[in-house]
């Protein structure tokens, strides 16, 4: 068994880690990030991505920096300590330069200003604040008192509702599609300023909830919205990238 930590006479090794880890549900996450990782690394040196020994110099340079390996006696004694030859330190700097040099590619400012052209309604934005109820007849009388007078929303979010977000007079905030349950998705994008929309049971059926639309953006390609197509980018690639092998599980 090859040991890991020693807490006084127990020895813990790698094998009991990873059944910790399965047992916890965090193995497969590590399994999954280090797969789409390899699967990024091997595209780019398919595509022929470049990386120069400058570049590689240069951020040995800062992982040494970050952890204070000022000279090279240092270094040489933490990759001892960690079990890691200089071969597999440069190999693992280097493919870190094709994971960044890889999405740097696949997520250009080009390819986010063509996906945000071809999907731009998905970034539409809107403010809403809602009251949460937990029956249906609350709910209903409290819709009827809405409509007689919207502007008690905020008052009466404090009063009733059983939400978090009562001490703010039910204020949710800005909420991109996607956000809401389909079907109360698609009244409240359509609903103007100042509607109040439900009240709408929740899919678990233990809750009533009533809508109010505060505000509409119309979407831009801001950071916020740029950041999500990066995101979107990426994990759609990596999504194509899985199809083109085996990947089995053991």
């Known amino acids: 068994m090859q040991a890991i930590v ?26 999954e990030q280090f797969v789409r990782d390899r699967l990024t690394v091997r595209a780019a040196k398919k595509q022929g991505v470049r ?11 800062r992982y040494r920096r970050l952890r204070g390996l000022h000279r090279a006696a240092d270094t040489n004694r933490y990759l001892d300590h ?4 200089l071969d597999e330190f440069e190999s693992f700097v280097t493919d870190d330069l094709y994971l960044e040099k890889m999405m740097e590619r696949v997520c250009s400012p080009q390819a986010v200003e063509r996906y945000f052209a071809a999907h731009s ?51 949710i905030g800005r909420v991109l599609r996607g956000a809401l349950k ?11 300023v100042g509607d109040v929309l439900g009240p709408f049971l929740s899919g678990d059926r233990s809750f009533y909830e009533i809508f109010m639309v505060t505000a509409k953006h119309p979407a831009t390609l801001d950071e916020d919205t740029a950041a999500e197509i990066r995101r979107l980018l990426r994990e759609e690639w990596l999504a194509a990238r899985a199809q083109e092998h085996v990947i089995e599980a053991r």
């Not at 020895?11 to 996450?29: A, H, P």
């Not at 990386?51 to 340079?61: F, K, T, Y």
């Open 6 to 31: 020693r807490i006084d006479d127990e020895v813990i090794g790698i094998e009991q880690f990873v059944r910790i880890w399965k047992l916890t549900g965090q193995f497969e996450s590590l399994v």
């Open 182 to 192: 389909t079907d109360v998705e698609a009244k409240v994008f359509n609903a103007a």
């Open 121 to 171: 309604p998905r970034f539409d934005a809107i403010e809403v604040s809602h009251i949460v109820l937990d029956a249906e007849g609350k709910a209903k009388e409290m819709m009827s008192v809405l409509r007689e007078d919207p502007e008690s929303f905020a008052e009466m979010a404090r009063e009733h509702s059983i939400a978090g977000t009562r001490a703010s007079g039910g204020v």
């Open 51 to 61: 990386i120069a020994p400058e570049e590689i110099q240069e951020r040995a340079d």
């Open 82 to 85: 960690l079990g890691v030859s």
